[in-house]
């Protein structure tokens, strides 16, 4: 099966309903994008899923029993100089890598943001992450110059 056929079957979908399904997905997921910080709890996940401002969007894989396989949170907000669209915590289960999971993620979030009035989309990616760079400079990201600060609390 190619690339292009198993980029059509992932479904995206905007996780409305917190369950016992995406605790555990995210239970799964989290550990694959950051050690540093734990999976969030139901509670958590009902925080985010209720937020105006930022749309949960999952990735079902009908080849693997239809369960979650990746997930990403577009996160938008006004500003003075318009709406903003960021692009957080993208992530895609070790089992379904290589297959357009993240590629469909980040076109269907591209695609919410456009409709709601954002004229630009903004990540970060770490550099290590070699294969997200590659995708996000092949979906049309432009690398920006610019300094990225963090204040930690």
């Known amino acids: 099966m190619s690339n292009d056929s198993a980029h059509d079957e992932v ?5 409305r309903v917190v369950d016992e399904e995406l605790v555990a997905a995210f239970a799964l997921l989290i550990p694959q994008l ?5 999976p969030p709890d139901a509670e958590m996940l ?3 899923v209720d937020a105006p401002d930022s749309v949960l ?3 079902r894989d009908p080849q693997l029993e239809n369960r979650i396989v990746g997930s990403m949170c577009l996160a938008m907000f ?4 318009g709406l903003r669209a ?3 915590d993208v992530v895609v289960d070790e089992a379904a890598r290589g297959r357009g999971v993240g590629a469909k993620l980040n076109t269907v979030a591209m695609q919410r943001a456009e409709q709601a009035g954002a004229t630009t989309v903004d990540l970060t990616s770490r ?6 760079n590659r995708l996000y400079q092949r979906l049309g990201f432009a690398k920006r110059e610019t300094n990225v600060y963090r204040y930690q609390i």
């Open 127 to 132: 550099p290590s992450r070699e294969a997200a």
């Open 34 to 38: 950051s050690r540093s910080n734990p």
């Open 46 to 48: 009902q925080k985010i």
């Open 11 to 15: 479904q995206i979908e905007e996780a």
């Open 57 to 59: 969007l999952i990735a």
């Open 86 to 88: 960021w692009i957080e």
């Open 78 to 81: 006004r500003i003075p100089t």
